[in-house]
């Protein structure tokens, strides 16, 4: 009936109704005209009024009316109907209590009593889905039941209604684990298979009974249940066309089964051909299918499954982009397979942020695992899932952030999970792994071990390899750790038998492995340190010998060629099998390990990550350059300094590298190649957004890597982006000589660059040991403090360090005072003499020309690379000069400008808020302002204003006076404290981030701005100092530790006069802080002073060193 038909019928028969016509006949008839007409134009308004009459046409009926059960049946399959279209759970509900009374009017025997019941365990499954009720499942399968006990075996509908009785007993087994429910279910299934009437209904039959197989084997661990249900899916795929619309669904089941074969077995093709086939389903279901999301979450799980074996990160990308396209599929999932799909994104974003070390990955995992977890019932089989999915995040973070919350979090998770789970299950084995190990490493990270924790870990590792097959390809990797802990357990012990039991499980483990496993590493990793604790308990003792130790360095270096196990594992194989070298003195084969583990820093830390992600990865590396090079100049006697000198330059400030290559001059290959330079901006531009994800960064770092390389293969450009090649060192050293000062265990150096050699000179006295003793006495000595401590620490710098090198380099004699060409040097310290007064070194009695101070002017550097680097910020011509040297000549509008940031109060600071000298400072560098030719600027003292005004091309000077912190564990997060300090701080971070085509100098009068208080990034230099330069100034004034608020007046206003009379030159910046601190030095200071660190310290005595941490870094 066309439409215009159908609303006059309606119209017909609603005027009858209205006129009190109440005939059942009439409403039913109306009830299907609103039907048909929704039906016609999809409003569901339609349906609601059909719903509405057939209910009207329901209380007009008497109870006795034969009619009764055909208005309910029309009821129910109009109420089906809207709940299709709106998922409402009132119309479910209705179904349900209608479809029950439809039955009751029904004669058990009457043929329709087998549909009702049928549809009515069909619709209670669904409800099931929703409130997880089991007396919802319960009442499903009584009815499913009972419609298969009416129907005859000969009927058309008893395999379909067999099919719904193994499914409703499937899904009782997974909430209440009952073999029993699972068994039946199987046998079920196969009955509805071999009842089938045609090919296609049996492939359908054949796919579920594959999917309850494939189920029972991963309950059981029956492999002979995992081989007939691969059998029986791939005769269903068999049995249907290409094009078939169930063809799709039965290739995902195909790929599960695969995938679980492959987990069990370890055969790569197994793992192939799943994701093959899973690929397949994925390009045969329409983008707008229900079953897309399900199937990219199938393919993401095969991905990860395969990078967990071969460790190729493709594969990772790829899992973690399909599962967040099923995470954001255009249908909507119900509640339960959304938490599916983010379960099991957050285990791929776990597993890339171990591979990538990217924090925002993990704590992304993490987020959205919670969320899985909150949004599952706890009765829901994947809620204990979920539980044991976000275990590992946890463990990462803590392993990530030392934080012990999130440790023992990993714990009760994982604990919760197990408690939860069948003892019979085959998943245990994994889970108690994973607990075992996590309890080592809180007994580690709480040495008392309060709650027993280490027997605990070597409990849950013995039962993890004991209930695993040694064919199952974990087994290895149970063994492997088992064997570990004992080893630990040795330490706390002496128990020789936990020690010879622990190698002999990690050698195991290493023989089960396969060569290609991405794991094969850590399980040497772990049987070379076995190996090494027994060869260090029988060295030098009856009995004893070198095997153990030769077999240890075999396994190392075994595992350094493990080339798909994570980067950073394979650097420190190669580091503890050089050190094993250098006991040997075997040099040569150290240094070949340890250049190799040298050129790998890049990957540990590419241009992809973030910072504070690059920071984490680099802390495991520290002192791998310097030992490096040490072990070169070992194995060449020192003759080829250049050579140690790179590997130096390479391994060490591998952040601020990456930022000046993203950053640096480019204008030789702009004039060459114009096109590969054009193509090199785009992505340089592209990476140093702060808006792109992740996944597009390290895309963009992949091409960006194509570019280098295609430049480096043009004529004249090999060493593009490289450390500087030997020329370029030595024309460094144009305006004095460089020294860089290596200090490693093996021994310490000077590497001594002048314009036209590069040479290397021992320091036997200089030891790592006393620099690490000096380095805590430093850091508890106060600045003005007149303490041993500072003094011997000068005297022993000069006598191990600066005298001899300065005597090598020909500066025997202390400086006249007048004299105008004071020789200048550059110190380019490294580990943790960088945080060593170099400068400053020497014995400061009256008289005495033993001091660095009265031979050479001296600046410092990161590194060599960030000298040159500097020197390509030039502002209008090669001397580096912003303003003429004469302060007579007429006055004229100033081009430039110097920005002054002074915090004479900081608000909500505990101890010394207010500095009174700050207001001197300001007044000073006002009244300077005139003859510097600078406009004298004072932004507002906030973050936002300050960033602004250093943004303006003619802020080419920056002072800051007030309180600055270095954070303890987070160097970038260290802060200059402005007026917002607490809520938005001013952060090395920050600064780094900046780029500035062209500034001439920042001047930071505050505490600490030169320090890095994290040791293990001692050579990254991150500080405030660095991130100046590297934001682009060419000069940079800053302190190594607190500095007296009285006495930053003096040395400014020494300083800035000296660039009044001189002109603004790099010379003058050098020579202006160095007559400043000479001055210091040599006058009478106050017995107190507020230091700018939010301290006030006692200056005692004729002679003080409150003039020490002033330094000049620059060109």
């Keep these: 009936m066309d439409l215009r038909k159908l609303d006059e019928a309606i119209g017909v028969l609603m005027r009858m109704a209205q006129m009190g016509i109440y005939d059942p006949d009439i409403l039913d008839h109306l009830a299907i005209l609103y039907v048909e007409r929704f039906e016609q134009t999809g409003f569901t308004k339609n349906l609601n009024c059909a719903v509405k009459l057939a209910k009207m046409a329901v209380r007009t009926t008497s109870k006795s009316s034969l009619d009764r059960c055909g208005n309910l049946k029309r009821i129910a399959t109009q109420l089906k109907t809207r709940f299709d279209k709106t998922d409402s759970r009132k119309d479910l509900d209705n179904y349900i209590e209608i479809t029950k009374l439809a039955m009751s009017a029904t004669a058990s025997d009457h043929p329709n009593q087998a549909t009702l019941l049928t549809n009515l365990g069909l619709r209670l499954r669904k409800r099931y889905f929703r409130t997880r009720s089991l007396d919802d499942l319960n009442e499903a399968l009584e009815a499913t039941n009972t419609a298969l006990g009416i129907t005859p075996q000969n009927h058309p509908d008893w395999p379909d209604r067999l099919l719904n009785l193994g499914d409703h007993l499937r899904m009782r087994f997974e909430r209440t684990d009952s073999i029993e429910d699972l068994n039946r279910a199987i046998k079920v299934t196969e009955m509805a298979a071999k009842a089938a009437s045609n090919n296609y209904d049996q492939a359908t039959f054949l796919n579920t009974l594959g999917d ?24 269903a795929i068999n049995a249907v066309p290409q094009g078939h619309p169930h063809r799709a669904g039965y290739l995902s089941n195909l790929g599960r089964q695969l995938a679980a074969k492959f987990d069990r077995m370890g055969l790569m093709e197994d793992i192939n051909r799943a994701i093959k086939i899973t690929e397949e389903a994925v390009s045969s279901t329409p983008r707008n299918h229900i079953d897309r999301a399900p199937r990219l979450c199938d393919l993401g799980n095969r991905l990860g499954t395969r990078f967990g074996r071969t460790g190729l990160i493709e594969d990772l990308d790829r899992a973690v982009e399909v599962t967040e396209l099923a995470v954001n599929t255009t249908n909507k999932p119900t509640m339960i397979d959304q938490s599916t799909y983010l379960g099991n994104l957050g285990v791929r974003l776990g597993m890339r942020s171990d591979r990538t070390g990217s924090m925002e990955d993990l704590n992304r995992a993490i987020e959205i695992t919670k969320k899985a977890i909150d949004s599952t019932p706890q009765n829901h089989p994947k809620w204990t899932t979920y539980l044991m ?72 590792l013995e039962i993890a390899a004991n209930v695993t097959p040694k064919d199952n390809p974990k087994w290895p990797e149970y063994i492997s750790f088992f064997g570990y802990w004992l080893g630990e357990r040795f330490n706390r012990t002496d128990l020789i038998e936990d020690l010879n039991l622990a190698v002999k499980y990690t050698e195991m483990a290493v023989s089960a492995i396969p060569q290609d496993h991405r794991n094969r590493a850590s399980c040497l990793n772990n049987l070379g340190i076995c190996l090494w604790k027994r060869y260090i308990v029988f060295m030098g003792k009856e009995g004893g010998s070198k095997q153990d130790l030769y077999r240890g360095l075999s396994a190392y270096i075994e595992g ?37 583990a040298i050129e790998l820093l890049p990957v540990v830390s590419p241009r992809s990550l973030k910072h504070t992600d690059k920071q984490s990865a680099l802390s495991g590396c520290a002192g791998l350059a310097s030992m490096a090079a040490a072990a070169s100049l070992k ?65 963009l770092d992949q091409e960006f890597n194509k570019v280098i390389s ?406």
Excluded at 212 to 235: C, F, N, P, Q, Y
Excluded at 405 to 419: G, P, Q, R, S, V
Excluded at 562 to 572: D, K, Q
């Design 212 to 235: 309850h197989l494939g189920i029972r084997s991963e309950r059981t661990g029956s492999t002979e249940d995992l081989h007939r249900a691969i059998e029986v899916v791939e005769m």
């Design 389 to 460: 999915n976000i275990g590992p995040s946890l463990y990462r973070r803590f392993q990530r952030t030392n934080s012990i919350e999130d440790l023992n979090l990993a714990i009760k998770y994982t604990e919760m999970a197990l408690n939860a789970m069948p003892q019979d299950y085959p998943n245990r084995a994994g889970l108690a792994s994973n607990l075992g190990s996590w309890y080592g490493s809180r007994y580690k990270a709480i040495s008392t071990d309060p709650s027993g924790d280490l027997d605990r870990a070597i409990e849950m």
């Design 560 to 596: 350094w060629h493990c080339y798909n196990a994570p980067v950073s594992l394979r650097i420190h194989l190669a580091r503890t099998a050089a050190r094993i070298f250098t006991l040997e003195r075997n040099w040569k084969a150290s240094e070949a390990l340890l250049e190799e």
């Design 635 to 699: 194995a060449r006697n020192s003759k080829d300094a250049y050579r140690a000198l790179r590997l130096l330059e390479l391994g060490r400030g591998i952040i601020a590298s990456t930022l000046m290559e993203m950053r640096g001059d480019i204008s030789s290959l702009r004039q060459q190649h114009p096109d590969l330079a054009n193509e090199f901006i785009s992505l340089r531009e592209a990476l140093d957004s702060p808006t792109i994800t992740d996944d597009t960064r390290r895309k």
């Design 710 to 1115: 295609r430049v480096r293969n043009q004529a004249g450009f090999s060493n593009f982006l490289l450390p500087p090649t030997e020329n370029e060192m030595k024309q460094a050293a144009c305006f004095g000589p460089i020294v860089v000062i290596n200090v490693d265990s093996l021994r310490c150096d000077a590497f001594l660059i002048e314009l036209n050699h590069i040479t290397v000179l021992e320091l036997p006295n200089l030891k790592l040991k006393d620099i690490e003793e000096k380095s805590a006495s430093l850091r508890s000595s106060s600045p003005g403090s007149s303490s041993s401590d500072i003094k011997s620490t000068l005297e022993w710098l000069w006598d191990t360090v600066c005298g001899p090198v300065l005597e090598r380099l020909g500066f025997k004699d202390s400086i006249c005072e007048d004299k105008a060409d004071w020789p200048r040097v550059w110190w380019i310290p490294t580990g943790l003499l960088s945080q060593f007064p170099l400068h400053a070194a020497g014995y400061h009695e009256q008289g005495s020309t033993e001091t660095v101070l009265d031979r050479v002017m001296s600046s410092y550097a990161p590194s060599i690379k960030a000298l040159i680097y500097g020197r390509q910020h030039r502002i209008q011509n090669s001397t580096g000069s912003i303003s003429s040297p004469d302060p007579q000549r007429t006055p004229s509008r100033p081009k430039y400008a110097l920005l002054v940031a002074a915090m004479k109060h900081t608000p909500d600071l505990l101890i010394n808020s207010v500095l009174p000298f700050v207001k001197d400072e300001i007044n000073m560098l006002k009244e300077l302002c005139p003859s510097l030719q600078l406009k004298f600027i004072r932004p507002t003292l906030q973050k936002k204003d300050v960033l602004k005004y250093l943004n303006l091309k003619e802020c080419q000077l920056f002072h800051f006076a007030g309180h600055g912190l270095s954070h303890s564990t987070e160097p970038s997060q260290s802060y200059l404290l402005l007026e917002d300090w607490k809520t938005n701080p001013l952060t090395v971070g920050d600064i780094r981030d900046c780029k500035y085509e062209q500034k001439f100098l920042s001047y930071l009068s505050a505490c600490l701005t030169g320090t890095n208080e994290v040791e293990k990034l001692a050579d990254e230099g991150i500080h405030f100092i660095s991130a100046f330069q590297l934001a682009g100034f060419r000069h940079v004034i800053g302190t190594l530790w607190e500095v007296s608020d009285k006495y930053c007046v003096s040395i400014a206003r020494e300083f800035y006069e000296t660039i009044r009379d001189e002109g603004m030159t790099d010379m003058a910046v050098c020579r202006g802080l160095h007559q400043a601190i000479r001055a210091l030095r040599d006058g009478s200071i106050d017995k107190e002073t507020a230091v700018r660190n939010g301290t006030l310290v006692k200056l005692k005595g004729p002679m003080n060193y409150y003039w020490v941490p002033y330094v000049h870094f620059g060109v």
